[in-house]
C-alpha cells in the first residue's frame, strides 16, 4: 500500500491532499509547524495519519524528522508554501520578506527532498511532487507578487536540476501547478474547489513514472507553461 508524506497538511490544498489519499487507504505522514488540531481536520484521529512537527524552513527539524521514521516513502508531496510579504514589488521590497519567501517556497522543498531521500530510496517507485504555480512561468511578465513570483520559478529550475540528478537513482520529480485555488491563498473569487485540485494533484502523483520526470503540469495533468 502507498505511503505518502505531505508537507503543510493544516490547511489549505495540503490538508485536503491528506484527506484524500488516507481515502484511498494510503499511509499519510504530515507536516506542519504545529499538531494539527483543526476540529474539521478529520485526519487528526485517523490510524494511518502520522502526524510530523517541523518548520520546513528548520533544516535541522527537518532531519530530526526524517531520523524519527524508518519506513519507506513512495511520494512526498512538498505542498508547504507562502504568498510573501505585503510589499513585494520590484519598486517597493520587503527584501527580509523576500527572504523568507524564498526560503519557504524554494529552499525548503530541496532541503525536505534531500532530507527524505533514503526513505524514497527504499521505494520499488518513489516520487516527488513539488507543488509550483504558473505565477512563476518565465512566459508572463507580469511584475505583481514578484517574491512569490521568483520563488516559484525557482524552485522549478531547481526541481528540474534534481530530477536530473535523481533519475539515475530511479526517482521521479514533477513540479504542479494546483489551479487557482478557493483556499485561504486563493480567495473565493479562485477557479476551482481544493478537492478538484487534490484529485488532480493525486492522479500526477500516481501517474508519475521516470518517462515523465522534470515535467511541469497543471493539476489536471496538462502540461504547464514554464
Known amino acids: 500500500m502507498t505511503t505518502i508524506l505531505i508537507t503543510g497538511t493544516n490547511r489549505g490544498i495540503g490538508l485536503e491532499l491528506a484527506n484524500q489519499a488516507l481515502g484511498k487507504g494510503w499511509t499519510v505522514y504530515g507536516s506542519a509547524r504545529g499538531e494539527v488540531t483543526d476540529p474539521d481536520a478529520h485526519i487528526c484521529h485517523h490510524p494511518k495519519f502520522h502526524d510530523l512537527v517541523f518548520d520546513v524552513t528548520d533544516h535541522e527539524a527537518v532531519r530530526a524528522a526524517a531520523a524519527s521514521i524508518d519506513a519507506?516513502?513512495?511520494?512526498?508531496?512538498?505542498?508547504?508554501?507562502?504568498?510573501?510579504?505585503?510589499?513585494?514589488?520590484?519598486?517597493?521590497?520587503?527584501?527580509?520578506?523576500?527572504?523568507?519567501?524564498?526560503?519557504?517556497?524554494?529552499?525548503?522543498?530541496?532541503?525536505?527532498?534531500?532530507?527524505?531521500?533514503?526513505?524514497?530510496?527504499?521505494?520499488?517507485?518513489?516520487?516527488?511532487?513539488?507543488?509550483?504555480?504558473?505565477?512563476?512561468?518565465?512566459?508572463?511578465?507580469?511584475?505583481?507578487?514578484?517574491?512569490?513570483?521568483?520563488?516559484?520559478?525557482?524552485?522549478?529550475?531547481?526541481?528540474?536540476?534534481?530530477?536530473?540528478?535523481?533519475?539515475?537513482?530511479?526517482?521521479?520529480?514533477?513540479?504542479?501547478?494546483?489551479?487557482?485555488?478557493?483556499?485561504?491563498?486563493g480567495g473565493a473569487e479562485a477557479d476551482i474547489d481544493v478537492s478538484t485540485s487534490a484529485s488532480g494533484i493525486l492522479q500526477i502523483a500516481e501517474g508519475l513514472t521516470l518517462k515523465r520526470t522534470g515535467r511541469f503540469f497543471n493539476w489536471d495533468g496538462s502540461s504547464a507553461v514554464w
Open 72 to 185: 519507506p516513502i513512495d511520494i512526498l508531496i512538498n505542498n508547504a508554501g507562502t504568498i510573501g510579504p505585503d510589499r513585494q514589488s520590484t519598486l517597493d521590497m520587503d527584501f527580509d520578506g523576500f527572504a523568507q519567501t524564498f526560503a519557504v517556497n524554494t529552499l525548503a522543498p530541496l532541503a525536505v527532498a534531500q532530507a527524505f531521500l533514503p526513505h524514497l530510496r527504499k521505494s520499488a517507485a518513489p516520487r516527488i511532487l513539488t507543488i509550483s504555480s504558473s505565477m512563476g512561468s518565465l512566459s508572463y511578465a507580469k511584475s505583481d507578487r514578484i517574491a512569490y513570483r521568483a520563488s516559484k520559478s525557482a524552485v522549478n529550475k531547481v526541481m528540474q536540476g534534481l530530477a536530473t540528478d535523481l533519475e539515475p537513482m530511479g526517482v521521479a520529480v514533477a513540479m504542479v501547478h494546483p489551479g487557482w485555488v478557493r483556499t485561504d491563498m
